[in-house]
Structure formats: structure tokens, C-alpha cells
């Protein structure tokens, strides 16, 4: 079955204490990114990558790292994670770099930094 | 950044009713989509639209990219439990980093039974 998964799903750390947040695509998508849900401010972007070991910022990318070593591996990185990066992460793939690939999401991770 | 104005943010209606949302941007976009996120999921894609003045329809779903580039509306007709949800409208434009989706801040969907 096509998906992105992420894990863990649920996770909740303590202020300072590094933490990553796995993304895996199983459809040889080039096109990977990296969203944050918070309420009345809807997705938007951390970081992205076009293909394999290139990577950009999106629009919200303080506190936050990635890396793509391979094409089907994504992960966030937060090296020192704090109270404002509590929040609903989803990280998504597609086909592709142009707009008319559709893209497609994993099922989310909430994080609780305390 | 550029910004999509997507409304209602909130709608509360019975089963059975249609419902109507639109998203507006000051700049022109050539792709429009439509996204669902179900409670506890991620989004998902519902409607993609490619073409100025495209009319898009997806069961009980329509959806029209407008002339000018700069708004869509997605109406849901005969609406029923499982439309509750978050609806998400994203533009892109082609090629590189263009491709990449901004979204809208969601309109929340609850229907009552």
C-alpha cells in the first residue's frame, strides 16, 4: 500500500531534550516536506526537499532540522526543543516537483514539549 | 509570505444541508486544490483544479477555479455525518520550488445528525 508514515505519532519531551520525528515514503517520491498544524493558523511549511541530499526552508524553520540521505527517509530533527514547538506535525511527499503532483500526507504527530 | 483567505472559518449545520467555502489571494496561482483532514488524520486530497474557470466535481463535491486565478469556492451538497472535518484550500504555481503548496488556515465543518 502507497503511504508516508511517521513516527512516533504521539510524543511528549521535556524542554532541551533532542528529539526526532521519522518520515518515511514507500513511492519513490522526490518531493518531501514537512508541515506544523496549529489551531486558526492551518499548515504551514518547515522545511522541504526537492530530492536526495537537497533541502530549503519553508516558511517557519527556526528551531527545526532535516536531512535526506536517502529518498524515501525524511526526518525532522529538533535539537533543543521548546514550548512553541508544541504542535501537530505532518510530513507529506509527492511525485514530482511541479504543482499538478498530487501530495500526500502521513497521519500526523503531536508533540507536547513541557 | 503570501497568504490565503479561506472562510468560513467555522460552519455548523444540519444533515442534508449544502455547504459553501471559497479562498481568495491577492496573487494569481496556477493550481488550486481542495484538502479534507478527517479528525486525527492527515489531509487529504479531495479536488485538484488546473485551468481558469475549470467547474470540478467529485460526488457530492464541486469545486471552481476562478477566472481571474485568484479564488476557488468548494460546495458540498446534501451534506452527511462524515463530511465533519477540516477543509483546507492550497495553491501552488509549477516548476521547483513554485511547486510547493501554500495553505489556507481551514474551514472547520460540523454537521449535525
Known amino acids: 500500500e502507497a503511504q508516508v508514515t511517521q513516527n512516533p505519532r504521539y510524543l511528549i519531551t521535556v524542554t532541551g531534550k533532542k528529539l526526532t520525528v521519522t518520515c518515511s515514503q514507500n513511492?519513490?517520491?522526490?518531493?518531501m516536506s514537512w508541515y506544523r498544524q496549529d489551531p486558526g493558523l492551518g499548515l504551514r511549511q518547515i522545511y522541504y526537499?526537492?530530492?536526495?541530499?537537497?533541502?530549503d526552508k519553508g516558511d517557519v524553520p527556526e528551531g527545526y532540522k532535516v536531512s535526506r540521505k536517502e529518498k524515501r527517509n525524511f526526518p525532522l530533527i529538533l535539537e533543543s526543543p521548546s514550548p512553541n514547538q508544541t504542535s501537530l506535525y505532518f510530513c507529506?511527499?509527492?511525485?514530482?516537483?511541479?504543482?499538478?503532483?498530487?501530495?500526500?500526507f502521513g497521519p500526523g504527530t503531536r508533540l507536547l514539549v513541557l | 509570505g503570501q497568504q490565503l483567505n479561506q472562510s468560513p472559518q467555522s460552519m455548523f449545520i444540519q444533515e442534508g444541508e449544502d455547504v459553501s467555502m471559497n479562498c481568495t489571494s491577492s496573487?494569481?496561482?496556477?493550481?488550486w486544490l481542495w484538502y479534507k483532514q478527517d479528525p486525527g488524520e492527515g489531509p487529504v486530497l479531495l479536488i485538484a483544479?488546473?485551468?481558469?474557470?475549470e467547474l470540478t466535481s467529485n460526488g457530492r463535491l464541486t469545486a471552481q477555479f476562478g477566472i481571474t486565478r485568484k479564488d476557488s469556492f468548494l460546495n458540498i451538497s446534501a451534506s452527511i455525518p462524515s463530511d465533519v472535518g477540516i477543509y483546507f484550500c492550497?495553491?501552488?504555481?509549477?516548476?521547483?520550488?513554485?511547486?510547493?503548496?501554500?495553505f489556507g488556515k481551514g474551514t472547520k465543518l460540523s454537521v449535525k445528525p
Open positions: 507529506a511527499s509527492r511525485r514530482g516537483l511541479a504543482g499538478r503532483e498530487t501530495q500526500y
Open positions: 513511492m519513490n517520491h522526490e518531493y
Open positions: 526537499s526537492m530530492n536526495v541530499e537537497v533541502t
Open positions: 496573487s494569481i496561482f496556477n493550481t
Open positions: 483544479l488546473y485551468k481558469a474557470g
Open positions: 492550497a495553491v501552488s504555481n509549477y516548476g521547483g520550488s513554485q511547486g510547493n503548496l501554500i
